[in-house]
C-alpha cells in the first residue's frame, strides 16, 4: 500500500518551544488553509468547571495586546477569507482559509493569541451569553438530550461524562479569572501543533514560522487528570422525557481509543453497519422492518477509550424495545462472523474512498493531518502510526481486518455488560419502559 | 488593520459545454487534483410545478429514483455504487431535481451508468412507493423537532401566500398520504427528459472520454416530442405588517423576521449580495446583525440576515432570524427591526462597501474547492445564464457598485414597516412568554 495522497509532501518539524509545525505543499488551488490544534478539550476539564475549553475558545476571538476586539474578524473579511473554530473532547482547533496571495495575516494572528489574548471582564460576560444560548441550541435539537445523558451515564469518572459545551451550571458559575488561569495552563506552544497546507512555499512558510512562535516560551509541563473509567459492570438504562413527536434510541457500547489494534475492525464493522443504502443498518431497519426514518452507527476516533453507538429515529407506530432488538441481531450476525468477503471488501473499499472523497479542500487535508497529531500520540499508539502517520497506515490495517478480527471485536465490546441504552421518549405522555432484548 | 491591494487570486476553471442531439446539456470541467470526480444531474423540474393537492410530489420522487429501475432493484443500484466506495444521492427540490453521485475517478463510468438508468428507467415499484410515503410522514413529524425548521416552515405559510414556495418541499402529512404511483410515474414521464435536463461532471477525468461515455448512456435517451412547463405565480410582497406566535416547548425562542425576496436574475441580485455583506451575512461578526445583537450584547449565538441566498427562479426571501433565551425576546425583536430600519433610511458608509466588496471579490475563489461545488457552479451558470466568463465578470460587477446603489436597492426590495415576525418557542399566541411544560 502506498502512503496516503494525504500525507504526500507533508513535513513536519518540532521547534525547540515544543511547537509541532506540519506543512503540506499543493499548489492545484490558490487557497491556503492555516490551523492550530491545542491539546485540550473537555477531556481536561474537571467536575464542576465543565465548558471551560469551548467558552476559551469563544474567548480567543476577542482581541489580543495586538489585535483590538473584533480587529481578527476584520482582517479576515477585508482579505476575503474565513475563519472558525472548533472543541471537542480532546482538543481545541483554530483555522482560517485566504487566497494564497495574503494568507500570512493568519500566522501572526495565531502566534499573537497564543499568548497574548485578553480578558476584558465585560466583555467574558456577554460572551458567556452567546455560550449559554449555544448550550440552548443544542437542548432544544432532536438528539443531543439523549446523547448527554447516554455519555454521562456511560462514563462515570473519565472526563467524557460531560459535553464539551459544558453544563449550564457550570458555566453560569465561571469567572473571567478561571479562564484567564485555564489559557494560562494549556496555551502553549508544547500542547499545539500548527497545520499549513495549500499553495505557498514550505522554505519561506517554515523561516515565517520559526520568526513569529519561535521566541513564545516552552509553556509549563501540563497533562490532563489522568483519570481510567473502569470497566463497566452491567448494562445500564435510562430513558430521558421530551416534549417530542418521534421517539429515539440510543446504544453506547465501550470502545477502544484510536491506533487500538482492534479499532481499524470496529471501523470496518462501522461501515458494514451503517455506510450507505446497502448498508445492514439500513437494510433490515429501513428497508425490512421499516421501522425507522433513519439509524446509523458511529465509531470515532479518541484519545481515550470512548463509545461505539448505534442511533436510531423511529416511525409512529413503532416500539423502541423492537428496534433494539432487531439491533442487536444485527449485531449478533456480526459476532458469528456471517459476513461475507464482498461485504468487508466493500466497508474497506468505502473508507478509503471517503478519505479522498472528504479531502478535496485543503482545510479537510489540514483538519486531517491535524487531528492526528493531536490525538494519536500516545505510547500505545504504534511507532509507525503515531501523529499524522496514522493516515499512511490507515488504510493498510483497515485493508488487513478479517472477518474472525470482525467477529472476535463484535464478540468484545458489544455485550450486554459493556452497553448503556438510552430511550428518548415524548414527555407529554407516562411511557412504558420496555426491556429490549437479550445480548 | 491590513489587507492586501494586490489582484485578487481567481479561480480558473476548464468548462466545455455540449448538447446532445437529444436536447440534453452537458457541462464539463477537468482538474487532476485529487482523484475524485463528482457528477451532479438535475432535471429542471420540483415542487414549484406541483399543486396543494399533490403537496410533496417532486421530494417524493427524488426519494424514489433509486428504488429501482428496469434492470436493477434499489439494493443493486446501492452495491454497485458503495462497491466502489462512491456515495449517491437523489433529490427533489423546490426548483429541480436528480442525483449527485460522487466517486473515485477510476469508477467515473459506473456513477455515469447508474445516474443515466435512475434519470431513464426509475421504475417506481409499487412496495418502495408505499414504504417512501409512509416514512416521510414520520420524517414530517420529526420537523416539529427542529424549532428553526417550524419556525421557517411558518414564516414562508405566510409570506409565499398564492406561489407553490409557500409549501415545504417534502410536502404535508396529509398530502403525501394521498400520493399515488400514479401521480409519481406521471410527472416522472413528463418533466424527467433529455431537453429538460442538464449532466455536469466535474473532477479527475478526461474530457473527450467522458463525453463518449455520456453519449453511450444518455445518448439513448429520445426527446419527448411535446414538452412544455407551467407558469409558476409568484408571491406578491405584503403590504401590512404580519406577526405569527408558535408556542413550543424549547429553551429558547426562534424568531424569522421578513418578507419577499427577489430572483436570482433580478439585475439588482449583485448589489444585495453587497447590502447582505453589510447587514448580516458575511462571516465573522463583521456584519451588524451578528456583530450588535451577539457579539456585543450577547442576545444570541446564531443571528443573520440575507436576501440573495434563496434567489432562485422564482422569488426567494429576505430574512433576519435569531435564536435567543425567551427573556430576551422583545430586545431581538426590536433588535432586528431596528437594523433592518437603519440600514433602509440610513444605508451604508463608504467604508463598509469597500470592505464587503473587498470581502466578496476575495472570497469568491472558495465556491471552487471542491469537485461538487465546481459542478454546482456550471449548473447554475447554465440555468441563469451567467456564462462561463461569470468568474472573471463577478469581479467587475461586484466593483462597480456605489453607495448610492446599495441605497437605492435596499429601499426598493426591502420595507422595514410591512415585515412579517414569526417566534416559535415558549411563547402564547400573543407573543408572551409563558412558562411551558
Known sequence: ?439 | MQHSQKRTARPKLDVERVELPNGLVLLLSENHSIPSVSINAIVRAGSRFETDEKAGLASLIGALLDAGTTSRTSQQIAETIEAVGGQLGTFGDYQSSGAVVRLLSKDAFIGLDVTADLLMNSTFPDDKVHQEIDRRVAQIKARLDVPRTQASDVFNEIVFKGSPRHRPPIGYAETVKTLTRADVEGFYRRYYVPQNTMLAIAGDIDKNEVKGMVEATFGKWLCAAEFGTPEVPWAHRQNVPLERFVTASKEQVNVIIGHVGIERNNPDYYVLLVMDTILGSSPGFTSRIPRILRDEQGLAYSTFSNITSSAGQDPGRFVAYIGTAPENLDRAISGLRGEIMRIVEGGVTAEELEAAKLYLTGSFVFHFQRNSQIAEFLLEAEVYGLGFDYLEKYHELIRAISVEDVTRVTRKYIDPHNLTTVVVGPVDEHGKVIKVA
Request: aromatic share 10%.
Open chain 1, 1 to 439: 500500500m502506498t502512503k496516503s495522497f494525504i500525507t504526500r509532501n507533508v513535513q513536519k518539524s518540532i521547534l525547540p518551544n515544543g511547537l509541532t509545525v506540519v506543512t503540506k505543499e499543493m499548489h492545484d488551488k490558490p487557497v491556503v488553509a492555516t490551523m492550530i490544534w491545542y491539546r485540550v478539550g473537555s477531556r481536561n476539564e474537571e467536575l464542576g468547571q465543565t465548558g471551560k475549553s469551548h467558552f476559551l475558545e469563544h474567548m480567543l476571538f476577542k482581541g489580543t495586546d495586538r489585535y483590538k476586539k473584533g480587529e481578527i474578524d476584520m482582517i479576515t473579511h477585508l482579505n476575503g477569507g474565513a475563519n472558525n473554530a472548533f472543541t471537542w473532547l480532546d482538543f481545541t482547533a483554530y483555522y482560517f482559509t485566504f487566497a494564497s496571495d495574503r494568507w500570512e495575516a493568519a500566522l501572526e494572528i495565531e502566534a499573537s493569541r497564543m499568548r497574548n489574548t485578553m480578558f476584558a471582564e465585560d466583555e467574558f460576560a456577554s460572551e458567556k451569553q452567546v455560550v449559554e444560548e449555544e448550550l440552548r441550541i443544542g437542548l432544544d435539537g432532536p438528539w443531543e438530550a439523549l446523547e448527554n445523558e447516554v455519555w454521562a451515564t456511560a462514563f462515570r469518572q473519565h472526563p467524557y461524562h460531560w459535553p464539551t459545551v459544558g453544563w449550564l451550571e457550570d458555566l453560569e458559575a465561571a469567572s473571567g479569572a478561571d479562564m484567564k488561569a485555564y489559557y494560562d495552563k494549556w496555551y502553549h506552544p508544547r500542547q499545539a501543533t500548527l497545520v499549513v497546507a495549500g499553495d505557498f512555499d514550505s522554505v519561506e512558510v517554515v523561516q515565517k514560522i520559526e520568526e513569529l512562535f519561535g521566541r513564545i516560551p516552552p509553556g509549563p509541563l501540563a497533562s490532563p487528570p489522568n483519570i481510567v473509567e473502569p470497566s463497566q459492570r452491567g448494562e445500564k438504562r435510562l430513558v430521558v422525557r421530551k416534549q417530542t413527536p418521534v421517539e429515539r434510541l440510543l446504544i453506547g457500547y465501550h470502545a477502544p481509543e484510536v491506533g487500538h489494534p482492534d479499532s481499524y475492525a470496529l471501523k470496518v464493522a462501522e461501515a458494514v453497519l451503517s455506510t450507505g443504502k446497502s448498508s445492514r443498518l439500513y437494510q433490515r431497519l429501513v428497508e425490512r422492518d421499516q421501522s425507522v426514518t433513519k439509524a446509523d452507527a458511529t465509531y470515532h476516533d479518541h484519545i481515550d477509550p470512548s463509545l461505539f453507538y448505534f442511533q436510531a429515529e423511529l416511525k409512529p407506530g413503532f416500539k423502541l424495545a423492537d428496534v433494539e432488538h432487531a439491533i442487536c441481531e444485527e449485531i449478533d450476525r456480526l459476532k458469528r462472523g456471517d459476513i461475507p468477503a464482498a461485504e468487508t471488501d466493500k466497508a474497506k473499499r468505502q473508507i478509503e474512498a471517503s478519505l479522498v472523497l472528504s479531502s478535496e479542500e485543503p482545510l479537510q487535508q489540514a483538519t486531517l493531518l491535524g487531528q492526528y497529531e493531536t490525538i494519536a500520540f500516545d505510547e500505545h499508539v504504534p511507532a509507525d502510526s503515531r501523529g499524522y502517520h496514522y493516515l499512511d497506515t490507515l488504510l493498510e490495517r483497515v485493508a488487513g481486518v478479517t472477518v474472525e478480527e470482525i467477529a472476535m471485536a463484535a464478540q468484545k465490546y458489544f455485550t450486554e455488560d459493556n452497553r448503556t441504552v438510552g430511550y428518548l421518549i415524548d414527555g407529554r405522555e407516562p411511557g412504558e419502559e420496555e426491556r429490549g432484548c437479550a445480548a
